[in-house]
């Protein structure tokens, strides 16, 4: 069984900083791509980033150039983390990790979410 356990979060002025990390365990063959989702009240989930396991990001229009993602593999965990700066009050929501995990060579992926972060932006 696969699990994302997230870390980071909080409340932040508007123009501050936070980190988001999500590590993932369990028997692992691969993820493609890890990334991060967010939910406003009263609004739909939005992917926020993700990235492959080649390192190609994707990032939503609105966090470009604010945000980073990175991945990284040590000791059979896949961790990905979530820099985000200059943040926005339009920023606040609550930050999923998302992963597309293949647990063997040979099997299908399958799609897993975190429990969820909150993040808060006070203007």
């Known amino acids: 069984q696969v699990q994302l356990v997230e870390s980071g979060g909080g409340l932040v002025q508007a123009g501050g900083s936070l980190r988001l990390s999500c590590a993932a365990s369990?028997?692992?063959?691969?993820?493609?791509?890890m990334g991060w989702y967010r939910q406003a009240p009263g609004k739909q989930r939005e992917l926020v980033a993700d990235?492959?396991?080649?390192?190609?990001?994707?990032?939503a229009d609105s966090v470009k150039g604010r945000f980073t993602i990175s991945r990284s593999r040590d000791n059979a965990k896949n961790t990905v983390t979530l820099q985000m700066n200059s943040l926005k009050p339009e920023d606040t929501a609550v930050y999923y990790c998302?992963?597309?995990?293949?647990?063997?060579?040979?099997?299908?992926?399958?799609?897993?979410w975190g429990q969820g972060t909150q993040v808060t932006v006070s203007s």
């Open positions: 990235i492959s396991s080649g390192g190609s990001t994707n990032y």
């Open positions: 998302n992963a597309n995990v293949r647990l063997k060579s040979d099997s299908d992926f399958v799609n897993v």
């Open positions: 369990g028997t692992i063959f691969s993820i493609d791509p």
